[in-house]
């Protein structure tokens, strides 16, 4: 059960019903989940949304009303996992928190996704991805030293919160399976927990040596690279090129018909990286992309245009790895997508419907599922509560 909306909880419960879970996501009625109003649309129809909400359920409810709550608390005894994203205090009032999903079904696994946690001093707050990023520490250290920290261009820590709540949810249902006193479990998870966990040497660098890593452009702010920047060509592509190893930036140094010698250890890389960064730039500035890419190839250094959306679509080994599939959508025909990722050989998951129209499936999961009768549902759905 999904009581999630636009990011975090929905990706969690995307991820496993791309492994094919049946995840039922739950809807306010007549608005839906706001991801279906965001982002771009063609002719009017949200394109978002189709990948959001794929290979899930989708039934309205209006938690608002006590026989909304009344039916969401049916689901959660229903449920094997139950996925929020409200605030603390409005789970407590409508018996959404892990207090009362643990007594209505105590093997219930609660992913609770919150901008500070629910254990928090500021629990009740609200919080967005772009929050996690900042306090995250992962916005401090993007962009350039003389330049204001950057985010990324997508919804960076709510997409990585999502990953990591599927993760967590596996892993509670793997202990579920093999713990025969496994009394549910309840993971609790601030949106700027898990990119802050995966920054690992942060806070033992401070620790042990009192400094914050600052901003170092495209280099990393612990870079064992001597190469690692982007470039532009001279037909105006950009190029990234990367070298962590003594062997690899030798290999620049070779292509660049620069000294061996003075870039022979692992000192010598480092003191020289700025020369070596300018006579890259110098390089691929005077050849087009193309050439600048097979050169590389040649060279054995590791290399990539810059990919866009359209790049993406072109390249031949997205192609070879059949990671963009097409499927099928109600409103505007077939449409292309991200395949099932990661990809199992043995048992692979599939994409069998695009983000479904709301409440397309009240009546599966409330009347054969939950077995509400037909009067009951009919009353409901009067009262707007589905």
Same mark, same amino acid.
């Given at each position: 059960?999904?009581?999630?909306?636009?990011?975090?909880? @929905?990706?969690?419960?995307?991820?496993?019903?791309?492994?094919?879970?049946?995840?039922?996501?739950?809807?306010?009625?007549?608005?839906?989940?706001? /991801?279906?109003?965001?982002?771009?649309?063609?002719?009017?129809?949200?394109?978002?949304? =189709?990948?959001?909400?794929?290979? =899930?359920?989708?039934?309205?409810?209006?938690?608002?009303?006590?026989?909304?709550?009344?039916?969401?608390?049916?689901?959660?005894?229903?449920?094997?996992?139950?996925?929020?994203?409200?605030?603390?205090?409005?789970?407590?009032?409508?018996?959404?928190?892990?207090?009362?999903?643990?007594?209505?079904?105590?093997?219930?696994?609660?992913?609770?996704?919150?901008?500070?946690?629910?254990?928090?001093?500021?629990?009740?707050?609200?919080?967005?991805? =772009?929050?996690?990023?900042?306090?995250?520490?992962?916005?401090?250290?993007?962009?350039? @030293?003389?330049?204001?920290?950057?985010?990324?261009?997508?919804?960076?820590?709510?997409?990585?919160?999502?990953?990591?709540?599927?993760?967590?949810?596996?892993?509670?249902?793997?202990?579920?399976?093999?713990?025969?006193?496994?009394?549910?479990?309840?993971?609790?998870?601030?949106?700027?927990?898990?990119?802050?966990?995966?920054?690992?040497?942060?806070?033992?660098?401070?620790?042990?040596?009192?400094?914050?890593?600052?901003?170092?452009?495209?280099?990393?702010?612990?870079?064992?690279?001597?190469?690692?920047?982007?470039?532009?060509?001279?037909?105006?592509?950009?190029?990234?090129?990367?070298?962590?190893?003594?062997?690899?930036?030798?290999?620049?140094?070779?292509?660049?018909?620069?000294?061996?010698?003075?870039?022979?250890?692992?000192?010598?890389?480092?003191?020289?990286?700025?020369?070596?960064? /300018?006579?890259?730039?110098?390089?691929?500035?005077?050849?087009?992309?193309?050439?600048?890419?097979?050169?590389?190839?040649?060279?054995?250094?590791?290399?990539?245009?810059?990919?866009?959306?359209?790049?993406?679509?072109?390249?031949?080994?997205?192609?070879?790895?059949?990671?963009?599939?097409?499927?099928?959508?109600?409103?505007?025909?077939?449409?292309?997508?991200?395949?099932?990722?990661?990809?199992?050989?043995?048992? @692979?998951?599939?994409?069998?419907?695009?983000?479904?129209?709301?409440?397309?499936?009240?009546?599966?999961?409330?009347?054969?599922?939950?077995?509400?009768?037909?009067?009951?549902?009919? =009353?409901?759905?009067?009262?707007?509560?589905?």
């Amino acid at each position: 059960m999904e009581f999630a909306h636009v990011v975090a909880g @929905p990706l969690a419960g995307g991820m496993l019903a791309d492994q094919g879970a049946d995840v039922v996501h739950v809807e306010p009625p007549g608005s839906g989940d706001a /991801a279906r109003a965001m982002g771009p649309r063609r002719d009017g129809v949200p394109l978002w949304f =189709k990948v959001a909400g794929r290979n =899930k359920r989708s039934v309205t409810l209006d938690l608002h009303h006590e026989e909304g709550r009344e039916v969401a608390r049916d689901l959660i005894a229903w449920a094997d996992v139950v996925i929020v994203t409200l605030r603390a205090g409005r789970l407590r009032a409508w018996g959404l928190d892990w207090e009362a999903v643990h007594a209505l079904n105590p093997t219930a696994i609660l992913l609770q996704i919150s901008g500070f946690g629910a254990t928090s001093s500021r629990a009740d707050a609200p919080g967005f991805g =772009k929050m996690g990023e900042a306090r995250s520490g992962v916005v401090h250290l993007t962009g350039f @030293p003389d330049g204001p920290p950057v985010h990324t261009g997508f919804s960076h820590g709510d997409a990585v919160t999502g990953l990591m709540g599927a993760f967590a949810i596996l892993a509670a249902v793997h202990r579920r399976d093999t713990d025969p006193d496994f009394e549910g479990e309840w993971i609790d998870l601030a949106l700027f927990e898990p990119l802050y966990r995966l920054v690992e040497w942060q806070i033992i660098a401070y620790d042990q040596l009192g400094t914050a890593p600052e901003r170092a452009g495209n280099q990393l702010a612990v870079a064992p690279a001597a190469v690692i920047n982007t470039y532009r060509s001279a037909d105006g592509g950009w190029l990234t090129v990367t070298s962590a190893t003594i062997r690899s930036v030798r290999n620049v140094v070779r292509l660049l018909g620069l000294p061996d010698e003075e870039f022979a250890t692992v000192d010598q890389q480092h003191a020289g990286r700025e020369r070596l960064d /300018a006579a890259l730039r110098d390089w691929v500035a005077a050849r087009p992309a193309a050439e600048c890419l097979a050169a590389f190839e040649r060279a054995e250094v590791v290399a990539s245009r810059v990919f866009t959306a359209a790049d993406i679509a072109a390249d031949p080994i997205y192609a070879e790895r059949e990671d963009i599939i097409t499927v099928d959508d109600a409103d505007l025909g077939p449409v292309r997508m991200q395949a099932v990722i990661p990809r199992f050989h043995r048992s @692979p998951g599939a994409v069998w419907r695009t983000g479904p129209a709301l409440g397309a499936d009240n009546a599966l999961v409330y009347g054969e599922w939950l077995g509400i009768d037909g009067g009951r549902l009919a =009353k409901l759905e009067a009262e707007g509560v589905i």
